[in-house]
Each structure stands twice: as C-alpha cells, then as structure tokens.
C-alpha cells in the first residue's frame, strides 16, 4: 500500500534554531515530492517541490532533500521564526497524470517558542 | 480577487439534511479537487475533476456529489449529512496536476 509517513509528528524549538523534518514513503513508481506550510485555519501552501532528478531545493530558509532510493525525504528550517508555526506536509505523486495516486502524509506540528 | 475560494467558511448542520459546500476558483485551473482533512490523517481525496463535466471519485467519495458544469465552480454536496462527516474540506485547483493551490478551507459540524 502508498504510504508517506512523516516523523516527529509534533516538535517544539526556540526561536532562531534549526529543525530537520523527516518523511518516508513508500509511493511506487516516484513522480515528484512536495512539501506544504498549512499554517492554522488556513489551507497548505507548496514550499517546495522536487521530482526523481533533483535531490535538493530551496526556498528561503527551507532547503528540501530527497533521496529517491531509500525514499526519504527532509525539510530544513534555518534560523526557525515565530512565523514558522504551523504544520508541514510531505506530499508524494505516484503517478504524474492522477490525481488518485498522490498521498499526502500526515504533517509535523512545528511549534515556535520566542 | 484572483485566487480560489471556499464558502462557507464554517457551517454547521444536522444529521440528515443536505449540505452543499462552494468553491471558486479565477484562474481558469483544468483541474479541480476536494479533501478533506481530519485529526491524525493526511489530506483525503473525495473528488476530482480535470475539466469541466469530467469528474472523478478520490479515496473517500462515499456518501458526497459533485459537479462542474463551469471551469471554475466545483460544488461539493453531502446528500445526508452523516457525523462522521464533520470534518475541514479544502478545494484545491490545479492548471497542470502538479502545482496545487488550495483554498482557506470550510469547517463542517454535522450534529
């Protein structure tokens, strides 16, 4: 069965440290991963989305990883700001043309303490 | 505005009654989603459309109807509203299936 599993499921840091986000999938065959912010009450915004080819983007202080052969997958927050509470989902496409097949994990809970 | 949006934003019902839940979208997005998001699951597909009058059934389609007889209206319609139903919906649209863009979300209370 497709699963995308994210892990911690909640984290709490200080202001200005940096977190690592982890997600593993077991999607098959790969299309692209992406990340999303749904901050709370709002729906999921993408931060980054990564295909087979690339292994690593960035977007401000986000920088995603993936590594298509074990199939995990990070996102790395530089500097964390109060803003940066929310949850983040890791999205995975198993096929490039259905909607059906893209599996959606279910988030990390970042909390920011100043 | 451009963009894509939801009505209402929450809405509270009975069991039993029938619930129709709204999405807009101005960009002119092919394709056209709606999940729902429920404590400890990810996002749930119910429905899909990639075009106008072409629908789709999600992972969770049961006991919901849609209908996109425009580009840029994709209704979502619980015929009898059922408690396990209370839950966020977001609509999402998409011009390629690859990028998605969601909406603020609708928060339903089945009672």
């Known amino acids: 069965k497709n699963q995308v599993e994210q892990s911690p499921q909640s984290l709490i840091i200080l202001e200005g440290k940096n977190c690592t986000l982890q997600?593993?999938?077991?999607?098959?065959?790969?299309?692209?991963l992406r990340w999303y912010k749904q901050d709370t009450g709002r729906g999921p915004v993408s931060l980054t989305i990564?295909?087979?080819?690339?292994n690593t983007k960035s977007n401000g202080r986000y920088t995603a990883t993936l590594d298509a052969d074990t199939k995990q997958s990070s996102l790395h927050i530089t500097a964390s700001q109060l803003s940066d509470s929310a949850s983040y989902i890791c999205?995975?496409?198993?096929?490039?043309?259905?909607?059906?097949?893209?599996?959606f994990g279910s988030g990390t809970r970042l909390s920011i303490r100043p | 505005d451009a963009g894509i949006t939801q009505s209402p934003r929450y809405k509270i019902t009975e069991t039993g009654r029938q619930v129709t839940l709204m999405c807009h979208q101005t960009?002119?997005?092919?394709?056209m989603f709606w999940y729902r998001q429920d404590l400890g699951h990810g996002l749930r597909l119910i429905y899909y459309?990639?075009?106008?009058?072409?629908?789709d059934k999600g992972e969770v389609p049961d006991g919901y109807v849609v209908s996109r007889s425009k580009t840029e209206n994709f209704p979502l319609t619980l015929e009898s509203a059922t408690r396990s139903q209370t839950s966020v919906y977001f609509c999402?649209?998409?011009?390629?299936?690859?990028?998605?863009?969601f909406g603020s979300g609708t928060r339903l209370t089945v009672v």
């Open positions: 990564m295909t087979f080819s690339e």
């Open positions: 459309s990639a075009a106008a009058d072409i629908t």
């Open positions: 997600c593993n999938y077991t999607v098959s065959p790969f299309s692209n």
């Open positions: 960009w002119s997005h092919s394709y």
């Open positions: 999402a649209s998409s011009e390629d299936n690859y990028g998605y863009t």
């Open positions: 999205v995975v496409s198993g096929e490039y043309s259905s909607a059906s097949k893209i599996i």
